[in-house]
């Protein structure tokens, strides 16, 4: 064969370039696409429209057609952003946010390496114990939870009534922020330990080997070697847990129905939920969940874009 | 124990209490009957679990076990059908060259980045047009794209499928449809395997589409119809007794799940997402 030797992403190539494969992959791959389209591309396209709508109300807004809808531009928007409570819900959720991302992501990279040391026992059972959570459904979490924060049932309350201490309420405003970022913590540290356990599992053993024979420490080599093997791990799961935090809505909507602390637009997704489905106002809410979208968006590339040169910098 | 093991140790068991603790609770909740759920101790086993139970199987007939059987049917058939297109599509994104692979590519992968609130309710107001809210493929059809499965998928497919064996097939003139199915996805059936279960996992304990998407009570999962009832009991304490006893009983079978399909939980979110 004459053809210039192939590239390595080449090698199944040979199908495709005698042109045997034809519209084969496109058949594949027919499936996905049309879903996409249909249950992405076209809904995110219609909240988009949505966005710049807005109902106009004619007359007495009495009969079928004194109703219509109208183009308005960027009102909606500009609504969304002149609204007060709507930017102290991102402050709630910014700290709810980092109390979740610092204490369960630094929990999970710790158990990892704990998981992956040499000194550990028990590592079977704590390792299954701590991914049980992921098995237990948000709602079903934030009851339990919700149950455990009630004076009336909590044996925390009875825990710390026994150390004499009495009027705390883990549902108060105050520490309201703690409770659900604990809710959190304990349903995803699980997953996340997961994966960096497997990313570490996944590498050879004697990277540590020479470092060991030198009479390094398990918490040197830790520090020195597993952390820096891990960060693009890390990486990735701190910009999957930034999306999902900034869409925090089932834990918060959940202990609503016990506790008349939590307001209906505690967190952006819940008023777009409000504006929806309560307030029947959906151009209002097209046009905050495109807000939300694109702070997600752009917080997560903001921060890859921090972190990129360090932690792939050796990838390349 | 050697004292350097003694620390990590602790802190691996501290961290496997704080996971069960909350859930020991609720086995235990559940054993209470109404009077003993406020005046007994936190971890004393009560007498009233068959009395909750029966209680339960005769709320609004049977209700329960309807968001049972349902949230099964959303997670198992959602699941699969999820799987089969993430394995076809990860197939031909890893095997074949084509004009607009990395195109198709990266709109899929794309999708890993939206946040399923800008999707679930513009999603639930296209399928109210055709008339398909409040149905089962309501819940259904949004979840089987799934951006993340797909790239896992074409990762297996790189990893498992050696480009030699389908230059072999070719040659005894199999045809791409026939090696597919014959030939590559039983290779790829471990990896298969643990996009399932985590696709599974996700349905299962998904709120926020369900939630939007149905307002008939006999289509509800399990964790709508735990919400509703829980809300309903907001003013009516009596009702605590039914939603703990609920919750446990729906944790139950994702508990079996982990620990007999333990070596399929991994996930390798790195091998292939910086190298490629």
Known sequence: MSTPAPRRDDRYGKGARAGRAGAVPYLFLAPAIVLFLLFFALPIGYTAYLSLRRTRVSGLGLGKGSRHEIFVGLDNYKDAITDAEFWRSWVRVLGYGTVVLTVMLGLALVFALILDSEAVRLARFGRISIFLPYAVPGVIASLMWGFLYLPSLSPIHQALHAVGVDDVNLLDPSILTFSLANIAVWGGTGFNMLVLYTALRATPRDYYEAARIDGASELQIAVRIKIPILLPSIVLTTIFSIIATMQVFTEPTTLRSISNTISSTWTPLMKVYRDAFVTGDLYSAAATSVIIAAISLIVSFGFLRAVRKRAFADEE | ?276
Request: aromatic fraction near 14%.
């Open chain 2, 1 to 276: 124990m050697p004292r350097r093991k003694l620390l990590p140790t602790a802190f691996l068991l501290f961290g496997a209490v704080y996971c069960l603790l909350p859930v020991g609770w609720v086995l235990i909740a559940a054993t209470k009957s109404r009077a003993e759920l406020f005046t007994l101790d936190a971890f004393t086993p009560g007498s009233g679990f068959f009395g909750n139970l029966s209680e339960l199987n005769a709320y609004r007939g049977g209700i329960f076990w309807h968001w049972m059987l349902n949230t099964a049917l959303y997670a198992g058939v959602g699941a699969l059908l999820s799987t089969l297109v993430s394995a076809v599509s990860g197939y031909a994104l890893a095997v074949y060259r084509f004009r607009g692979r990395n195109l198709i590519f990266n709109l899929l992968i794309g999708g890993i980045l939206v946040p399923s609130v800008v999707l679930a309710i513009p999603q639930y107001l296209l399928l109210a047009k055709v008339g398909l809210a409040n149905t089962y493929w309501a819940v259904l059809l949004p979840g089987i794209v799934h951006p993340y499965s797909i790239y896992l998928a074409r990762v297996y497919a790189a990893a498992a499928i050696p480009a030699s064996i389908l230059d072999a097939g070719r040659i005894d003139g199999a045809g791409e449809v026939r090696m597919l199915y014959r030939v590559s996805l039983p290779m790829m059936v471990p990896g298969l395997v643990t996009i399932f279960l985590f696709q599974f996992v996700a349905i299962w304990n998904n709120f926020l589409l369900p939630y939007i998407m149905l307002a008939d009570d006999t289509k509800f999962p399990l964790t709508v119809g735990l919400y509703t009832l829980l809300v309903s009991g907001a003013n009516q304490p009596a009702l605590y007794t039914l939603v703990l006893t609920g919750s446990l009983l729906s944790i139950i079978p994702l508990i079996v799940l982990f620990l007999t399909m333990q070596r399929y939980w991994r996930t390798d979110l790195s091998s292939g997402a910086v190298k490629s």
